[in-house]
């Protein structure tokens, strides 16, 4: 077989910074490299979607249109391409069909060329809208095949076999797709597997294949190659500064491995290097944004128990506000039998702050005792489709009080959603009518609002929001990163109005992982927020008594969220009776006893500690 060769698409302007950068990087300095980067010969360049439209509106005050139609206008020899997805698009939940359709209509019209779709559980049921929406513009549709693992941390075994991706694969290109995208977003493929991964799908498969792949394990590089060996046709770089890490492979050692050999992208290793001096030159403001100052530039625990780095963090944080550091080896064993009760979803966002909540919950409250109302809506099938078979002990347990009923449904999620463009039309009528201002809109009602405020001259642009705030003096030196500070101290808090309340918002980069979707239902679009006004409590130790069975007390940190029953009604055990948001995700509390609510002890929205009486029965 001759081989043809390799062609590679760039990431930098959208995964390389969403990567590095927490998404950062402001459209003025991507403009003064765009017309170079076209002269590269890209296959195409990533350079829309993820997390950069969020990111645009919510901390920038940047138009992502306008972002786009630049990127056009400055490189119009190499294709562009966006990630999208599936149903929730280019954010944090299902969005009904109508929004679906618009949205990819006017990126197509805006400059996409290749619209790279995937959805975190694999379910055609998520991308068939989306699919058939580009489709319809005549641009090129790329479905994606997320790649998870099993338990062992290879491909293999009950779920993530081989055969797995081939059927997804051919059921894709079934739907239309002209490429399928192997997308490894936790650096989990082996080179190897990579290997075998890329045989079988060329043996099934007729239209190009591509790899999007993570360094965060330090295996992508070695598994890039051993995927061109096989056969790809495509595969992610970025430029060396914002490469690797939790990036992709940088594009420099690929030019130079594969140079004369039947493989070479004929890519010019000087522009690319000068390329890379420029990017640099900017980099230094943006620094602060880099992950914690650890010496390791990769995750090498990953590639033993399969958690990811920002899930392990996350899980430390959340037991040690629980006050409860000591169980962390039984929360990191109880993670994967979990995600086998729960059909083995893969652990990535949002599934991996579902499936790591549930097991901190289970461990310190009994399984499945205590359920967030995200896991209830993944059982009850508003994510899609789990991989695997969900326990039906477990899924009867998990939809018991479940408002929906207790089936576990098997329709498409975005079926039983309403159109929803036209309400967005109506109640943005008095800002504007611009159709993709509307849809800036329909996807965040709240983030969206204010910033069209800003776009349109009705509010001032908040200072954080200006360029040069969020920055750091350029440094001529680098420092040698453990002079950063921990990013704990890196946190940015803001003060944000929605719907007539103050909110102290505070914005981590962690909480947009690379490349993920973060449809957190009732999540507020993916940041943490504690309210703070005008019903902040103080942890107040009077209130802190152990739960004598006649009142209901906080059994963590978190925020009183509401409460389900008022003073004077009649409960009985078990029955749920508060929602508390812990750990990012809204759990139900149940009453301790039966008996009369005599007392709701704290203001709804209030901030309470392990211990606070929440309710006090008769
Ligand atoms: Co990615």
């Known amino acids: 077989m001759t081989q043809s060769p390799i062609k590679i698409t760039d990431t930098t302007f959208r995964d390389g910074h969403q990567s590095l950068l927490a998404t950062r990087l402001r459209m003025e300095d991507m403009e003064p490299m765009a017309a170079a980067m076209d002269q590269i010969g890209f ?9 950069t439209f969020d990111t645009a509106t919510r901390f920038l005050g940047e138009d992502p249109w306008d972002r786009l139609r630049k990127f056009k206008e400055l490189m119009p020899n190499t294709p562009l391409s966006m990630l999208l997805r599936g149903q ?26 290749v619209f790279r779709v995937f959805d975190a559980l694999n379910d055609e049921w998520n991308l068939s809208k989306a699919a058939e929406s580009v489709k319809k513009t005549g641009k090129h549709l790329q479905m994606t095949l997320c ?35 192997i997308k490894d977003m936790a ?31 330090g295996m992508a590089s070695m598994s890039v190659l051993k995927a061109i060996e096989a ?23 690929l030019v130079v491995t594969l140079s004369g050999t039947p493989y070479d992208p004929k890519l010019d290793l000087e ?17 602060h944004h880099l992950e914690s100052p650890k010496a390791a530039v990769i995750d090498a625990k990953v590639l033993s128990h399969q958690i990811p780095g920002g899930m392990a963090s996350n899980l430390l944080s959340q037991l040690r506000e629980a006050d409860a550091i000591d169980k962390l080896d039984e929360v990191l064993e109880e993670i994967p039998r979990t995600r086998k009760d729960l059909g083995y979803p893969p652990l990535v966002t949002p599934m991996s702050q579902m499936i790591g909540s549930q097991s901190v919950s289970n461990v310190l409250f009994g399984k499945y005792e205590m359920i967030s109302g995200q896991v209830k809506e993944y059982v009850y099938g508003m994510y899609g489709r789990p991989p695997s078979v969900i326990d039906p002990e477990i899924a009867k347990t998990v939809l018991k ?25 109506s109640e943005i009528a008095d800002i504007t009518d611009n159709i993709d201002d509307v849809l800036i809109y329909a996807l965040y009602p709240t983030t969206g609002l204010k910033f069209l405020r800003i776009k349109h001259g009705l509010d001032q642009m908040p200072e954080e929001m200006k360029p040069g705030f969020d920055s750091e003096p350029v440094a001529i030196i680098p420092q040698p990163r453990d002079q950063y500070p921990p990013k704990s101290q890196l946190t940015k808090t803001f003060n944000v109005f929605v719907e007539n309340e103050y909110f102290k918002v505070e914005v981590d980069p962690a909480d947009v992982p690379p490349g993920q979707i973060v449809p957190m239902v009732n999540q507020s679009e993916g940041i943490n927020q504690e309210k703070i006004a005008p019903d902040f409590k103080e942890p107040s130790s009077k209130d802190s008594v152990t739960n004598n069975g006649e009142s209901l007390v906080s059994p963590m940190p978190g925020i009183l969220l509401r409460y389900l029953v008022e003073e004077g009604d009649e409960v009985k055990v078990g029955e ?7 750990m990012k995700m809204e759990n139900t509390l149940p009453s301790p006893a039966t008996g009369t609510v005599q007392k709701l002890q704290v203001t709804e929205g209030a901030t309470v500690v392990k211990g606070d009486v929440l309710i006090v029965l008769s």
Not at 43 to 51: D, I, K, R
Not at 188 to 214: C, E, F, M, T, W
Not at 402 to 412: M, N, Q, T
Request: net charge negative; with cysteine; aromatic share 8%.
């Open 43 to 51: 296959h195409s360049m990533e350079v829309w979607g993820g997390a």
């Open 88 to 113: 929730s698009l280019v954010g944090y939940r299902t969005y009904a069909d109508d929004v679906v359709q618009e949205f990819v209509e006017r990126s197509s019209e805006n400059g996409i060329d």
């Open 147 to 181: 790649y998870s693992v099993t338990e062992s941390g290879k491909m293999g075994g009950p779920i993530y076999s081989l055969d797995y991706y081939l059927s997804k694969a051919e059921l894709f290109e079934s739907m239309g797709a002209d490429s399928i995208c």
């Open 187 to 217: 650096g989990l493929l082996a080179p190897y597997d990579a290997y075998n991964l890329v045989k079988g799908l060329k043996s099934k498969i007729s239209v190009p294949l591509q790899l999007h792949s993570h360094y965060t394990s």
């Open 231 to 253: 056969g790809i046709d495509v595969v992610d770089t970025s430029l060396a500064p914002l490469a690797l890490r939790t990036s992709q492979p940088a594009v420099e050692p």
């Open 271 to 287: 522009q690319l290097l000068q390329l890379g001096d420029q990017l640099e030159s900017i980099l230094p403001k943006y620094r």
């Open 401 to 425: 009080d479940y408002k929906k009923g207790s089936p576990v449904i098997h329709e498409r999620p975005a079926n039983l959603l309403d159109p929803e463009m036209e309400k967005a039309k």
């Open 576 to 582: 749920p009776v508060a929602i508390l948001e812990a």
